[in-house]
């Protein structure tokens, strides 16, 4: 495809409470490095966000305050998108899913889509709550676990023992809303008929080559699709959303999950009167940012919208990061337990790219990985302060010192294999970080630009300019190796303005006032010039780039963290212990006999996890799995867990693997390992797996 201009979405987020840095790393600060980059590169680019207003918990929230949903979105709208300016999040537009051209948009594309006789009109019995006069989701149903006894498991799951549960199955079933027992009720929804898709949509990922995309995303996609695709019901009973436009249909509105992918075409529509050659002309590269949660309704649910009607661009890349987990425990907002950007930019102002700069080179890309503040503190340390920051502030000093304050001459005859090192390592730098953002591995264009730092350093300890003498008879000479080095190192620098502009923007305009230059310098167009700064141009006094973070800060923010969490696990209902049911005594498994050190040593242990999931044709109990253990290639390996788990609820699972275990051929797959699994008291299976993420490939001993 000739692309002649992208269009750039990151999730819209969902405001019903502030945004943290888990977001950030998941999507929207790869988004903004990415646009950043192509506006810098010149090429025509939009991008795209909003909040997303819509949704019963909206509503809930709201109930619970004493307030209306309007008041509810608009405090979270105001304060998520502060938050996301504050961090240099440059989106093109902010927009919001309550807003009339959205409405119109949305209500538009159903009607299309309902004019056409796709929809499928169905009657169901769903629960209702008598005294709020409100159809209630599952989630908005507690009860009684039958598992574990829990008094406050949710009508799809129960928090405390992870079982996956129906309203049906909880015991004294009760409305979250006002305590009073669910009655069942006849209603009407329009089903999008998701499974007369299933073909185009094999097609489109497969064909499309989409198994180019990121291995988690693919992998998501593909277990959904084997699983078989259902309709899916697209509108909701609620007063708060988009009315369904269509006769017969009060009190209905839009699922939110329907809506709120369009709230991307209503925000492009408010932005620009050229929306439509970003969404309608087949040469736009339409990028969709999300978080893994977000996979199938980016990859299958919308798409499907999208071909239903007709017209549009489909997603050409959905890269999905994985999750950031904080200090070793899930981001959990009902516990607490996370770090907010906005309280962060309180917390530390000004030091936005020092955030940006960690959370980038600890970017869950490729797997769930872990935000700690010591972490923080030492990557800031050690490598913004004592690497990139430290060489540009040594040569702004330098040429203070030994070259009066200016831009240093070249001299061309004295040029040797240092200096011409330092020019190349400039052009592959160049390269790598336009190679790697363009393939969405920020992490590893980041990389590049501080090791071109750490090669700044390095050439400069080594021709150390300061040590070279200044006696009459060598000062001409010595003069000129010095110029060369002063000036090599400037060039450098500016280049290192330019590099680090999609990642470290803050930072970059800092080097743009240094060296007294405009932002124009920033272009990509001018990275790899060896001439950014002219001969003989002034410069400034040095000023520090990044500071150092000390360790009261890191130990306040860990104080801080645990104090919220006590906080609101102290605001929540204990359940009761008494109403426990007394688990029914374990199986007596006999013993097996001795065994020495030696023996065990000989099993290799690893821990892993589960990439993609499909059913095995003609076995009833097998599952065939893809599983990452750290290896080039992940591990196939067939387990005979299907009566169990459906593929696409162990997508992402942690397992623990044999992995020397002699492959073994089944049902005409090679079976390279095996997965420990226990059995409950119920003879159901579960996992043996470490209970917080660690690498794949992880020894278990
Ligand atoms: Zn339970």
Redesign the pocket.
Known sequence: MNVKRQLVTAALPYANGPVHIGHLAGCYLPADIYVRFLRACKEEVKFICGSDEHGVPITIRAMKEGTTPQDVVDRYHKLIGESFSGMGISFDIYSRTSSEQHRKTAQDFFRNLYDKGLFEERESEQYYDPEKDVFLADRYIVGT??????TN?YGDQ??????S?SPEQLINPRSALSSATPVKKLTKHWFFPLNEYEPWLKEWLVAGKKDQWKPNVYGQCKSWIDAGLHPRAMTRDSTWGVPVPVPDAEGKVLYVWFDAPIGYISATQELTPDWADYWKQDDTKLVHFIGKDNIVFHCIIFPAMLKAHGGYVLPESVPANEFLNIEGQKVSTSRNWAVWVDEYLKDFPEMQDALRYVLCANAPETKDNDFTWKEFQDRVNSELVAVFGNFVNRTMVLTHKLAKGRVAPIHGDLLDDADRGVFEAIQETKKQIETAIREYRFREGLQALMNLARTGNKYLQEKAPWSLSKTPELQAENQKAIDNCLHVCLQLSANLAIFCNPFLPFTARKLMKQFKVVERMLDWEHAGSMELLKVNYPLPEAQLLFRKIENEEITRQMEKLKEAAAQAAAATTPSTPAETPQAAPAPVVEAKAEITFEDFAKIDLRAGKILTAEKVEKADKLLKLSVDLGEAQPRTIVSGIAQHFTPEAIINRMVTVVANLAPRKMRGIESQGMILMAEDTSGKLVFVAPVSAVPGGSEVR
């Open positions: 676990c039958p598992e574990c006894g829990n498991a129960c928090e405390k023992c992870g079982t549960l």
